[in-house]
């Protein structure tokens, strides 16, 4: 079936399974309850979660980081696949530069642990330190954009590492990446927090899997020698590197350094005291993500394993260990496992975030609403949407996603660490000069990486992320002007302003005499106003049959006859209802009644003109009138 | 710009393109009236055109037969192109074929505008002869499909003609075909019958282009001997030949009479005598295809011309004749054209038969709706759209699209011949056993030909249509059957049944207390009913904080507060409005009055929680109430 596929087909399933789940979602109570499961009341989310002891915590949040390390290294080393052989032992010194940079990051989001105890990330940082708007949102878009970019990149990454073991699923990464996004959709939709311990176990399974990989690789080098035949010479810069060549593979590579934030945002879940067990955890997570990045380089260097496409980096190293046999597919499915994983954390990351800078004001206010099981709902299905829109653009290709990541994440650190900044010079508390060394150090860092990443990544995508953000920035501070000002509109003074009676004249459109009318002008009756009927006619002869109808059926009220020349209801009502108003002594309000037909099933409004909907949205628009539907259900 | 496309961005841009298209007309008063014109009276339809001489209608009608000769023929040879040069001879014998059944279909519907002087199409012959509706939709089915595989071929065939002199244009065949329908769509949606004679020059001009090759033809086989050193040897029966692959061939072949009905449906466009003067346009009409028909074949034979995708027969024989030069452009641009023209006529044809079903009640009853230029609009929308979808699916390869086409012609052909058969029957007037010869050999030949195109094609893509009429058929039946029965329940009692007046509760919700919500109380304390306000809160802070200000405002009216434990308006309104409508002597009707803002600009939607609408939307089709939207018009 799916070989069969066009490829343009991708684009138009990825379109009719979005439109499927959510009209699902929306129409059908049954599949929604079997996809998402019972509706749950507000006071359930306040249950509180058992707190987790920090070495059962640190898996639970490490996928996030621990799993950058299937990629990271590798995007390093494609951009320097063109200088050939001589260019592989730079993974050397790449990988120590990006451990080095794991250590400041680490010990500046410790400073940030302690500054804030309940969790901030970058935004609430931020806000808490800068006065203006701007820094805060610049640190949001920064973080909405990349949680978009961690969503692709980590499914991407996923499922080219089952592809290099079954080089058969090569042609179906694309839709593969993109179904795999919809599942994760679906099981956040339902909520899954209460069972976030099972989460540790894939990710001790991938740890257990890069350790014994490590392992595997002394115990090779301590039966065949430190250099081996494959190992290319050491220290010789090839021909053609650049100074620009050799900052694009650090910043590429430092992508196995995102993910890092997730434990300041979740000091919450640690055990009593919070504090404490998270620095415990950020100190274990940053020492076995160090060692598997200088041990996975290394050995990478040892075997001189080449960039191939269709095979990464450490399914290569994994082969030539292990063979083919179950260890192999071990780490092959623990790698995507908890790759998902990470892509999954980023569906509470993201609707969080969003809720939360919308909760403020700069984001549409639909996003601070929590689903029928406690999530936000809208946030999950835009994070879903975008992510698999970046995928089939970039044919779930991870390298090609590289260069648009991670300039967000580094932009968003630098801004949380000059809030900390900002915060050790206000306060001036105990050691703040060392805390105030430590941010610094860190906000410089991360600035020079977001800058070097912007500046080499370019043209290569990275233009599409510093053309975003701007505008992301600017359309926030646009959503929030707008609420203000609706804000003040809306205000009334409550002992001056209250209800005031109008007269009022309602108008019953008619199409004719039958049950409909009938019931419609029932209703108008029955309200105590002014009532009038209105027909349009196209031409005289059926004006002329209504006019007779009308008496015949003993003229319940007042019938106005317009004729339309140009076959449309709304020009002569508009004209109709504008002289009504402008009537000396005229009514106050005009209140316009339409009669609509609902038919037993919603495919049959197909059948049946959508008249009554087409007045009403006009009307609403475009003139100051009152508009009531009174309905009439079909009992065929 | 298009080299870069992406082939999955073709289907996007397709529905890009007709969304803002659709939206454009929809929303745009001013985009609308660039594009489609000022909107005309009703009157304006009536305004008679000049009638046209014979020799004026012919080549004006003519487009739709006259067009097919571009690819009828080599649809024919496309089936016979495995067999090698030893089968090309066979292209005589078909072509002999095809202009029997020519002369036959032509005698035939002579007959048949003797029958009907105001144009009978095969959908109202059938109407007309037939008791029970099967026959008449069969026939309607038949023609509405194959009117969108006219536009499809046509389209695709005149992009070919042009792709065959600029091979650079071939990448784009697809894309370009499309944006040609989305013209024509265009332009129609203008309406163009004003100007409908200057529609008779490109046909004559390519008529002068056909001949004009045929004739150098002849030149050049008086030079050089009418059998050349490129002539296939004739009369031997190639190797691999089977009675399938001929009746293949043959019913190919056959495609080049498809738009023959043309002329019999707008017999009331002819100087009176309208049916003498249609009847000589044609004969005109059959003996002008004939003769290209034969000669075209006869000098594709002497020439012992190939198939080629990239290149069609036409275009390979006028490049032989007259080079590359002005000659051969004006043939492939007249082609282009005169292919255009014929998709173009389809435009009238499909929206006119679908606006006459759909007035009988088998087809929704949107497509009798005159738009404002006072074509049938949303048949012609649909007809573009179907149109697109096919050649996006069959990437406008005529050949491919060929299987698919002329079963519903010929099958419509039939119904009508056994339509007049039963007429001749019925009637037995002057000479009618020889008019009732002439039609039940027109029958038996056209049912024939249909079977042949449904058996031999039936794996080539004829099943496709053999799936579809079937279910058109089920379809307009259904549809007739659904508007029956409303007809029946709508129906009332002029002298029985009056409106009567009831008991109203109008519920007013309320969200706060603010300047919408005072606007919403005032109306409803206008229409003097019993009012109430109902709040919804999520939590017991908001209910209790509701409760205070409603105080503070001097309670306007009696206020009830509904807690919402799932976060949702709908479920604890739907329980209240379902207590009110159970209490003992309580209202007979429920009024639900929902405020409703309006943002001054349309996309300002997204920043505000579409309660109001969802509301209504939901109460409408769940429950019997009445909804009244009042508006208050933002100034932000």
Redesign the interface.
Known sequence: MLASL???????LIVLALLAIGFAILNFGAVKRILIGR?????ELYAQHTKLLWYVALPVLAADLYSSVAYGPEAGMTELAGLGDSAKWLILPITAATVSLLVILITSYIMGIMAYPDGGGAYAIAKDNFRRPWASLVAASALLVDYVLTVAVSVSAGIQAVSSAYPQVIPYETTLSILCILIILLVNLRGVAESASIFAWPTILFMISMMTLIFAGFVNEAHHGFHQAVTPPLGVLPAGLTLLLALKAFSSASSALTGIETISNSVPVFREPHQKNAIKAYIGLGVITGITLLGFAWHLYVQGISVNPNNTMLSQLAGLYFGHGVVYQVIIWSTFIVLILAANSTFTGFPQLAALVAADGFL???LT??G?RLGYSNGMLVLAALASLLI?VFHAETNALIPLYAIGVFLSFTVAQAGLVRRWLRLRQGIWPVKLAINAVGAGVTALVAIIFAVTKFTDGAWIVIVVLPLLVALSAA?HR??E??GR????D?AE????????I?IVLVSG????V?NT?????????NVIAVYVG??EESIERMKK?WE???S?CKLYTLKS????LLRPLSLFIGTLERIEGGP??V?VIVP?F?PRR?W?N????QTALLI?LWL??NR????????Y????
């Not at 066009?6 to 138009?12: A, C, M, S, T």
């Not at 259900?633 to 065929?636: A, E, V, W």
């Open positions: 066009e490829p343009w087909l991708h684009p138009v509706p749950m009341r507000t006071r549409p206010r639909a609403i929590r029928d089939e959503v707008h609420y000002q609706i509109e809306l205000a009334i409550l302003e209250r209800p005031e009676t109008h007269s009022v309602s005499v039958h049950r409909v009938l002008l029932s209703f108008a009756q029955s309200i105590h106003t196209f031409d109808q015949a059926w003993g319940p020349e140009y076959r449309s106050d309000r209140h609509q609902i919603w049959h197909a059948l049946h003109n009403r609403m628009r100051d009138v009152v508009v009531t539907t009174v309905p259900h079909l009992h065929q």
